[in-house]
């Protein structure tokens, strides 16, 4: 076989084992479908673990804040980990409340999913392209990406999407784009690095101590998902550095997910071989 054959193939290959889990390439939480509460209280991403996907809350409470989300009262007595199932099919959603509280210096509350498992593996997401939601909401919030060992990835100041407040129900598409670090603190990492090990998914609202709001989310997915028909929608490549080594006349790649097609150019800026992964 030609060499410059056997080292663009090898270079497929190298880029498409980087990520140890993934998930499917699509998934749809959706609560305006029939659905008891076990099924409703877990997104479903494509991993193998029951523990994986579950609904929870998270505030500020771990650092002395007083923040909170307010489950409807006739839901609220059960505690047998389906809160979040119940509300959704009572209510269509989930139909709930926060309270940011004094405390803390930045309020925050908010709820989401475990990509992976309970022990926040990361898994590539890269194939979503970004969320849907269906919801309404009387305030803003924001789309969190965390990541498997946040701490030495972003320092903690992960990726985030703003959403804007609705009156009443719409259907928006937040592409990975969109989503940035704050400037100032923290780790600067880029995207591609996050979603190839993102652990979990966090839709928070942060505001001044005293805001209270309601919110009412109906549909969670991948882009383009929420549509009642959906168009097909194309993955697009993410931006994130890829580092090329070579060694003798075996040239691999590293730094990205997944290549579709590796492709081989002299610096007159000629094809030499392009193959297909």
């Keep these: 076989m030609d060499k410059r054959v056997l080292f663009a193939a090898f270079a497929c290959a190298a880029t498409t084992v980087l990520a140890e889990n993934t998930v499917n390439p699509t998934f749809l939480w959706n609560a305006t479908e029939k659905g008891d509460a076990k099924f409703l209280a877990r997104v479903i991403t494509g991993s193998p673990d029951t523990l994986s996907g579950w609904w929870h809350d998270f505030t500020d409470n771990n650092d002395g804040g007083t923040?909170?989300?307010?489950?409807?009262?006739?839901?609220?007595?059960?505690?047998?980990?389906?809160?979040?199932?119940?509300?959704?099919?009572?209510?269509?959603?989930?139909?709930?409340?926060?309270l940011l509280g004094e405390g803390y210096e930045y309020p925050f509350a908010g709820f989401g999913f475990n990509i992976w498992n309970m022990e926040m593996k990361g898994a590539d997401i890269s194939a979503w392209d970004g969320f849907c939601l269906s919801y309404k909401s009387t305030l803003d919030f924001s789309i969190e990406l965390t990541p498997e060992d946040e701490k030495d990835l972003t320092g903690h100041n992960n990726h985030k999407a703003k959403v804007e407040k609705s009156a009443s129900i719409i259907t928006v598409n937040v592409p990975w784009e969109k989503f940035e670090q704050e400037s100032g603190w923290g780790k600067e990492a880029d995207i591609g690095s996050v979603l190839a090990k993102t652990a979990a998914v966090k839709f928070i609202f942060s505001d001044s101590a005293g805001t209270k709001g309601d919110f009412l989310f109906q549909k969670v997915g991948s882009y383009g998902m929420c549509s009642d028909s959906p168009d097909k929608i194309e993955s697009s490549p993410i931006a994130a550095p890829v580092k090329a080594t070579l060694s003798g006349r075996t040239l691999e790649f590293t730094g990205a997910t997944a290549l579709?097609?590796?492709t081989v150019i002299d610096l007159q800026g000629n094809v030499v071989i392009s193959e297909s992964c």
């Design 67 to 98: 923040s909170y989300i307010q489950f409807p009262a006739d839901v609220e007595i059960f505690q047998d980990g389906l809160e979040y199932g119940y509300v959704a099919e009572y209510y269509g959603g989930l139909d709930l409340k926060v």
């Design 260 to 262: 579709e097609k590796a």
